[in-house]
């Protein structure tokens, strides 16, 4: 931040929603700071499950992409995205420190995109149905 700048205004009543009106409000000003500079927020999901595997198939394709020590727990946090080019869903893989037989997995953002297991499951279908609405 540049010394001797105005702060951000202060918030407004329903701060924290995303509807958009601090970006409008922001637009007009030239300003790149504040409220509206910050990335929308993508929804945001945690399961807890008991496994003794650490990365659950979710029948999506994901690539690892950073690790990171945790505090007050000898297991790490693994990071990944989703491989399809188009979806930017990120997850988040950790043990519990208390019950280490449980796993967490956080998921960040919504598929744009058919579930790629899904769709290796319903392709022979699918091709016999195309073949039987041929008869």
């Given at each position: 931040?540049?010394?001797?700048?105005?702060?951000?205004?202060?918030?407004?009543?329903?701060?924290?929603?995303?509807?958009?009106?601090?970006?409008?409000?922001?637009?007009?000003?030239?300003?790149?700071?504040?409220?509206?500079?910050?990335k929308a927020s993508?929804?945001?999901?945690?399961?807890?499950?008991?496994?003794?595997?650490?990365?659950?198939d979710d029948g999506?394709?994901?690539?690892?992409?950073?690790?990171?020590?945790?505090?007050?727990?000898?297991?790490?946090?693994?990071?990944?995205?989703?491989?399809?080019?188009?979806?930017?869903?990120?997850?988040?893989?950790?043990?519990?420190?208390?019950?280490?037989?449980?796993?967490?997995?956080?998921?960040?953002?919504?598929?744009?995109?058919?579930?790629?297991?899904?769709?290796?499951?319903?392709?022979?279908?699918?091709?016999?149905?195309?073949?039987?609405?041929?008869?």
């Amino acid at each position: 931040m540049v010394s001797g700048a105005a702060p951000p205004p202060p918030p407004e009543s329903g701060a924290g929603s995303s509807s958009g009106v601090g970006r409008e409000e922001t637009k007009g000003k030239g300003s790149a700071r504040g409220r509206g500079s910050r990335k929308a927020s993508r929804p945001r999901f945690a399961f807890q499950t008991k496994s003794e595997n650490d990365v659950l198939d979710d029948g999506y394709r994901w690539r690892k992409y950073g690790q990171k020590a945790v505090k007050n727990s000898a297991f790490p946090r693994s990071y990944y995205r989703c491989t399809h080019h188009t979806c930017n869903v990120k997850k988040q893989v950790q043990r519990l420190a208390k019950d280490t037989s449980i796993v967490v997995t956080t998921y960040e953002g919504v598929h744009n995109h058919p579930c790629e297991k899904l769709m290796e499951a319903l392709n022979p279908i699918l091709r016999q149905l195309q073949f039987l609405s041929q008869l």
